[in-house]
């Protein structure tokens, strides 16, 4: 299937003013069977331990582009509070110069992504899951972060400082931890990627998305709750539906889908 699916989180102001989001980019869906996988394609690796004891998250960021302390060690807490991994969980960081131009598409993000990978996704015991911090901006601007294929994320920092800009609060770090937690979440196959949840939790109008304001992978934040800008409040956690999602897609009692590794 040709075209790109987009699948965005999108934070939108009022006054029709630029939206913060976050998506799923995938150009050309069936190429992924590269085995790259989709957004959700190693989401049992993660849950599960019975082969993938540990797992480790490589950070690739260029000059200037590290990500901010709070927002792995906020990772940190969420992968470990849903992710099987009795060996630990951690983090490799490395500064590098992309090969790339300014703007990025799906594409480049997977391509370089991988170029760049110190490590199969699946190597040992060890789970690898990759987030790259580029200069410069996704071919929509308005995109913060985006998911590409079973391992790879990135996040562009430069739209989530412009961000900041236009709305002033929250701060570009408080931003920044949502989006990550979010595109992560795309990752661990929510909402509904992998998987049909017997919750009623995904927006309608914004698939692969949760309706509720409360989680992380809510769809947007709309005008109505534009307060929580100024209060620099962003939702960082998972709600009660996307953990028991991912409950039972790791005990069984939830099917799951275009899987690279199974138990």
């Keep these: 299937m040709g075209g790109r699916i987009r699948i965005c989180l999108a934070i939108l102001a009022v006054f029709l003013t630029p939206s913060l989001s ?3 980019g995938v150009d050309d869906i069936a190429n992924l069977g590269l085995n790259h996988g989709i957004p959700g394609g190693l989401t049992l690796a993660c849950l599960d331990d019975s082969t ?3 797992m480790v998250i490589e950070i690739d960021y260029e000059p200037g582009y590290k990500p901010e302390p709070s927002s792995t060690d ?3 807490q969420r992968l470990e509070s849903v992710c099987e991994k009795p060996q630990g969980i951690n983090f490799e960081f490395t500064e590098t110069n992309f090969a790339n131009d300014v703007i990025w598409t799906a594409e480049d993000v997977r391509n370089i992504g991988w170029e760049e990978k110190s490590n199969n996704p699946r190597e040992g015991s060890t789970l690898y899951w ?4 580029p200069a410069g901006t996704y071919d929509d601007s308005s995109v913060l972060g985006v998911a590409v294929d079973a391992s790879t994320v990135s996040i562009f920092k430069d739209s989530i ?15 920044e931890n949502s989006v990550l937690v979010h595109e992560i979440g795309h990752l661990l196959g929510l909402v509904n ?3 049909s949840s017997p919750a009623d939790h995904e927006d309608d109008e914004h698939p692969n998305h949760s309706n509720n304001e409360d989680s992380v992978m809510y769809w947007a934040i709309e005008s109505s709750s534009i307060a929580n800008f100024f ?3 962003l939702p960082t956690e998972f709600d009660l539906d996307d953990k028991q999602d991912l409950q039972g897609l790791a005990d069984g009692t939830i099917s ?3 899987q690279l590794w199974r138990p």
Excluded: H
């Design 193 to 195: 990627t992998v998987y």
């Design 74 to 76: 906020l990772l940190k």
């Design 52 to 54: 993938y004891t540990s």
């Design 231 to 233: 209060d620099n409040e």
């Design 161 to 175: 400082d412009d961000a900041e800009n236009i709305f002033r609060r929250p701060s570009a770090e408080k931003i």
């Design 256 to 258: 799951c889908t275009d």
């Design 130 to 133: 990759q987030i790259i911090f």
């Design 22 to 24: 976050g998506c799923i």
